[in-house]
C-alpha cells in the first residue's frame, strides 16, 4: 500500500511507481489493440489488402482470398485469358473437399473426377470470361489446392481458415 501524502491541504493515498506501471501497461495495450484494429482493416482477418490474391499463368488467372472464417461465404474467380473452345477446368479434390460448392457460374456442362482433380468442362468461353465458384469453408487452418485449365500450368491457391 502506498504513503499517505499531503498535497495542499490533501492527504492523498498514492502510489506513484505503481500508477506509472500502469500508464505504461495501458499505453502498450493501446498500441497493441491499435495494431489489431489497423491489421483488420487491412484484411488480416478476412476480405482486404492483406488477404486478397491473384494467382496467374498463360491461360488463367485466379482471385481469392487467402484469410477466410469458416462456414463464411468466399468466392473463387477464374478469368479466362484466351477464347477457349471446350475449356477443361481443373480443380484439386483435396482442395474441394474443404469447401461446400453453393454455386457455379456459369454452370459446367459436365462435371468428372480425373486423377486427384474435379474435372468442370464448358462450352465455348470467350476471353476474360469469369469462371465463378461460391464456397463456404468446412474446415480450420490451411487449405492449399491447384487449378488448371486443360491439364496445363497448375496455379497454387492456398487459404487460412480461422475459426
Known amino acids: 500500500m502506498g504513503n499517505i501524502e499531503r498535497v495542499g491541504s490533501l492527504e492523498i493515498d498514492q502510489d506513484m511507481h505503481h500508477e506509472k506501471r500502469e500508464w505504461t501497461a495501458q499505453r502498450f495495450a493501446w498500441g497493441v489493440f491499435f495494431l489489431l484494429l489497423v491489421a483488420a482493416l487491412l484484411g488480416l482477418f478476412g476480405g482486404g489488402y492483406f488477404s486478397s490474391r491473384t494467382q496467374i499463368n498463360p491461360d488463367l488467372q485466379v482471385d481469392f482470398q487467402f484469410f477466410l472464417r469458416m462456414k463464411a461465404p468466399t468466392r473463387l474467380e477464374i478469368k479466362l485469358l484466351r477464347t ?3 475449356p477443361e477446368l481443373l480443380i ?23 486423377g486427384g482433380f474435379q474435372q468442370f468442362t464448358f462450352n465455348r468461353l470467350e476471353a476474360g470470361t469469369p469462371i465463378v465458384f461460391d464456397l463456404k469453408t468446412t474446415d480450420v487452418g490451411s487449405i492449399p489446392g491447384q487449378v488448371g485449365l486443360n491439364s496445363t500450368d497448375l496455379l497454387t491457391v492456398h487459404h487460412f481458415v480461422y475459426p
Open 84 to 86: 477457349q473452345e471446350k
Open 92 to 114: 484439386s479434390r483435396d482442395y474441394l473437399r474443404h469447401f461446400q460448392i453453393e454455386n457455379i457460374q456459369p454452370e459446367p456442362d459436365q462435371v468428372s473426377s480425373e
